[in-house]
């Protein structure tokens, strides 16, 4: 069972995962530029993904796990 310190050091991580991704799709934004390609899975980001969202960096599926998992 997960404790209380437990809980804390994997939302931290969380935390810190967040705001790398985060600067990442601000740098790419700023760029112009997104990614071709999901980050997490590999696949392909679909054209209109990127062009409705630039600083993309994850497939739609890899997004919706990831904000899922986040509730």
């Given amino acids: 069972m997960a ?3 437990d809980h804390a ?3 931290a991580d969380l935390t810190e995962v967040g705001l790398m991704e ?3 799709g601000i740098r790419d934004q700023l760029a112009g530029t ?3 390609v999901c980050g997490d ?3 392909p980001i679909p ?3 990127r ?3 630039p600083a993309a960096v994850r497939c739609i599926g890899c997004q ?3 904000e899922r998992r986040d509730l």
Avoid: I, T
Wanted: proline share 0%.
């Fill in 51 to 53: 062009d409705a969202y």
């Fill in 9 to 11: 050091a994997h939302q």
């Fill in 34 to 36: 997104g990614r071709a």
């Fill in 22 to 24: 985060a600067v990442a």
């Fill in 64 to 66: 919706q796990h990831l």
């Fill in 47 to 49: 054209a209109r993904r």
């Fill in 41 to 43: 899975c590999g696949a």
């Fill in 3 to 5: 404790d209380d310190a």
